[in-house]
């Protein structure tokens, strides 16, 4: 059996379908593009409107160009809105994402009555290079039990539930053995990790165990991690750590503390902003991303340009702009104070552009600085550890670390190799 994955959204959707694809590995599947599948996975987001629409309409697609494929959607769109998928053509099941883990036995697909007369070898593993992927991304936790006005996912994903310490470490351990050389560590509210485990854990715990105990020659990464989540203690462990990656992605939503409060964040603009600048003083190479949301309702002149201001002086370095759009079911879709989508779309132009602007002053920091990276598609890009990516000459392979001198040239990044790192 012939199979395809396309998956829509976050890190955790993507470490869902890693997982999904280990799953059908097993099961003798091969990996082929959507067009020549027998078996098409639609792994949805619903974070916004525009995700749900991206949904259908590459589910029409993958119908139109494949009417032979059996089309089997999951995710936060299929399990919010089944019936909204049922109804698409090709669509032949849909599982919800508390039956996610149990994927390939909910399609009926087991290793013991693997996929027809499929090529693949049953038991087969997920490797660097399968879909394209160089890095693995972990999930540790999912669900939430935070409260923010705009948010559907709480309801789509359920409450925090964690994966035990020993169950990471051993779920690293053999992703390393596979040969990753690059681990992702992510959640849908991850800095929530441990606090609903039988023993009592915390991300933190989580985070000196993997510092103190992953294989050599691992880099991991921390997912988006929510402000009041990112304690000084995590931030002391980036800056001596031998494994971890100064890479921060940071979720402001607002700068105005009016739009704070009506969103439901639990901390404040000032509580941000010194978080940001202590991690910029202390690692000053570091990568800190954010995401901010224009267009809340009761978003007046004044609370978006105080967005504005501080964006354009902060030391971020890039920034997701989403702009606000209600989901049924969330405190946010009653509000009033609807700000007009004419003026969302000019706010939302202004703050990419000052977003464009704080990545091209990034670059320009980094011209001439040394950075280890590990090499990804074809082996000529390269992706630093403070997420930087970086051309290179041809000639290597994926999957591999190496050093580069940063270039800048206009607005492409280029590296010189200096040396490999093995």
């Known amino acids: 059996m012939k199979y395809s994955i396309v998956t829509f959204g976050c890190r955790v959707n993507q470490a869902d379908s890693i997982e999904i694809e280990a799953q059908l590995l097993a099961s003798g599947g091969v990996a082929v593009e959507p067009d020549d599948a027998d078996l098409v996975v639609v792994n949805t987001c619903s974070v916004t409107t525009a995700s749900d629409q991206g949904a259908r309409q590459i589910i029409r697609k993958i119908a139109t160009n494949n009417p032979r494929a059996r089309i089997v959607v999951t995710g936060c769109y299929a399990t919010r809105q089944s019936a909204d998928i049922a ?20 399609i009926g697909v087991t290793t013991a009555e693997r996929f027809g007369e499929g090529e693949g070898a049953c038991g087969a593993v997920v490797v660097p290079g399968v879909a394209g992927r160089t890095a693995y991304t972990l999930r540790v936790q999912t669900g939430c039990d935070e409260c923010c006005s705009y948010c559907i996912i709480p309801s789509t994903r359920g409450p925090g539930r964690s994966r035990p310490p020993v169950e990471v470490m051993a779920e690293i351990d053999r992703v390393c053995r596979a040969g990753f050389r690059e681990i992702a560590l992510t959640g849908v509210h991850l800095g929530s990790y441990g606090r609903d485990l039988r023993v009592r854990s915390s991300l933190l715990d989580l985070l000196n165990r993997i510092e103190s105990g992953a294989p050599a020659g691992a880099q ?28 921060f992605h940071l979720p402001l939503q607002h700068a105005s503390d009016r739009m704070l409060v009506a969103m439901r964040r639990p901390y404040t603009f000032h509580y941000y902003r010194e978080l940001v600048d202590r991690i910029r003083n202390r690692i000053p190479h570091a990568s800190i ?46 509000m009033s104070g609807k700000v007009h989508g004419s003026v969302v779309r000019e706010r939302a132009g202004r703050l990419r552009e000052i977003a464009r602007e704080l990545t091209r002053a990034f670059h320009q920091s980094q011209d001439g600085a040394v950075r280890p990276g590990l090499t990804i598609d074809d082996g000529s890009l390269v992706v630093t550890d403070n997420y930087l990516k970086v051309q290179i000459d041809p000639g290597r392979v994926r999957n591999e670390w190496i050093k580069v001198r940063v270039k800048l040239a206009g607005e492409q990044l280029t590296g010189e190799l200096v040396e490999r790192q093995g």
């Open 220 to 247: 991991f990464r921390i997912s988006s991690l929510e402000p009041m989540d990112c304690s000084p203690a995590i931030v002391d462990l980036a800056v001596s750590s031998r494994c971890f990656a100064p890479h």
């Open 289 to 334: 991303g954010s995401d901010v949301i224009v267009g809340f309702p009761g978003e007046g002149d004044e609370d978006f340009e105080r967005l504005a201001a501080y964006l354009a002086e902060s030391p971020l370095t890039h920034v997701h702009v989403f702009p606000y759009s209600d989901r049924p079911g969330t405190a946010a879709t009653a």
């Open 87 to 106: 109804g698409l053509p090709g669509v032949v099941q849909i599982v919800p994402n508390d039956r996610k883990e149990t994927f390939a036995r909910e």
